[in-house]
């Protein structure tokens, strides 16, 4: 998968169904005022009546002679995981809620001259500093989609964020983008970069200094480095007691090629030298520190071509490194299914993050979603969901109300 910095495209395969459903919230859901119920037009109103009243024909009609027809599922307080205030009220992190998120921050809108909404800021994460994502980075969190760096450097900043001892005391992720863009002008690990005609040096990248906290760098006894090369992500296990350093790939078991190998020299060589740089000491002294030694870990991994970025993300919160004994890492691997979930939760999980300023808004525009079950079916790569699909009330007063839809698809949705 490619670590991007350009604009994005979903990927779609061809030939897929695809549905418009037009859904709006008449009631909605705990996100609205009254200011905004005044402002409802009779015609509006009417339209939602008149779409609700086809929806339960729909479902009488999916039940077969059933004396009640089952009623649109509406959020419920469900199991939250979460709780926080917001100037609208107490909220909870449901699956509902998750889903509704996914849903809202991972779809781009297109205009009627072919325009999206990618480049729009989506999220600020503040930590040593302020990082933003757009609505193209969360949007790679679509299924079967190529996860974008920042996505990556954000689930770092948010792990080193969190009040647990692994990550204040014991495990230090390093955000990526000083060894992306490292990579990108080093190509094929040279340590001169034929652009600069210069060996590496952190001071050349000085956009991406503030998020390195450069305490946790030198403390911690550990530091998992996210790394991507060549559309491929593989996991660092750095002991900074030991200077010893260890990789997870979720490919691969052993260097792939001889072109890797030179790649990971250079590698160590760049986390030598901002350790050093941080005020800690290099991996290896003089020109050993350019022939750092990374053995891979044998473990289980991705079974796709397109989820290494997930299973990084994903070791970096629970890998125990003191675990890995003689090379080897014994876990039970994550079905499929799993894997995929793990794209929804962590979309939620960075734009609900109290480190997000703009959290209240992601809560108010997901939570006014109104969707007849948000599920699994839903995140399929094989349900396409336009922009006319997904309307906030406040869409709904400047748009008409439309439904087309393929009948069998659509009963799926409602009652799977």
């Known amino acids: ?93 449901t699956d509902d809620m998750k889903q509704k998120c996914y849903i809202w921050g991972t779809r781009l809108k297109e205009d009627a001259d072919g325009n999206t909404n990618e480049y729009e800021e989506m999220c600020t994460l503040i930590g040593q500093g302020e990082y933003i994502l757009m609505r193209m980075h969360l949007a790679s969190l679509q299924a079967k989609s190529d996860i974008e760096s920042q996505i990556v450097s954000a689930v770092c900043l948010i792990l080193n964020n969190k009040n647990e001892k692994r990550f204040q005391e014991q495990i230090y992720c390093l955000p990526p983008d000083i060894v992306c863009m490292a990579l990108s002008d080093h190509p094929n690990g040279e340590f001169v970069s034929p652009k600069t005609k210069k060996e590496f040096r952190v001071e050349a990248y000085p956009s991406f200094i503030p998020f390195i906290d450069r305490k946790k760098l030198t403390s911690h006894p550990y530091i998992f480095a996210p790394v991507c090369y060549a559309g491929h992500w593989w996991l660092w296990l750095i002991n900074t007691r030991k200077r010893k350093c260890q990789i997870l790939d979720p490919l691969h078991k052993i260097a792939p090629t001889d072109e890797r190998k030179t790649i990971n020299k250079f590698t160590g060589y ?110 399929s790569p094989f349900c396409q969901i336009n922009s006319t699909d997904i309307e906030t009330p406040f869409d709904s007063l400047s748009s008409s109300l439309s439904l087309s839809l393929n009948l069998p698809s659509y009963s799926m949705i409602l009652f799977y």
């Open 270 to 379: 760049v986390f030598s030298r901002l350790i050093t740089y941080a005020g800690g000491k290099p991996l290896q002294k003089g020109e050993r520190e350019k022939e750092i030694k990374s053995p891979y870990v044998k473990i289980s991994g991705q079974k796709t071509s397109y989820d290494c970025a997930v299973y990084v993300m994903k070791w970096m919160e629970i890998i125990e490194p003191e675990n890995i004994k003689k090379g080897k890492y014994q876990w039970d691997n994550w079905p499929q299914e799993e894997v995929d979930h793990y794209r929804v939760e962590y979309a939620s999980r960075i734009l609900f993050s109290e480190m997000n300023t703009q959290r209240d808004q992601a809560i108010r525009e997901s939570s006014a979603i109104r969707l007849s079950k948000p599920s699994s079916i839903l995140l």
């Open 1 to 93: 998968m490619m670590a991007r910095t350009a604009s994005y495209v979903p990927k779609t395969d061809p030939g897929v169904p695809s549905f418009s459903l037009g859904l709006t919230d008449s009631s909605q859901e705990g996100a609205s005022t009254q200011e905004t119920e005044m402002e409802k037009s009779p015609e509006a109103a009417n339209l939602i009546e008149q779409l609700d009243s086809l929806v339960q024909r729909i479902a009488s009609s999916a039940t077969k002679g059933k004396n009640t027809s089952p009623q649109i599922q509406r959020e419920t307080g469900g199991e939250s995981s979460a709780k926080f205030e917001t100037p609208r009220g107490l909220y909870q992190i």
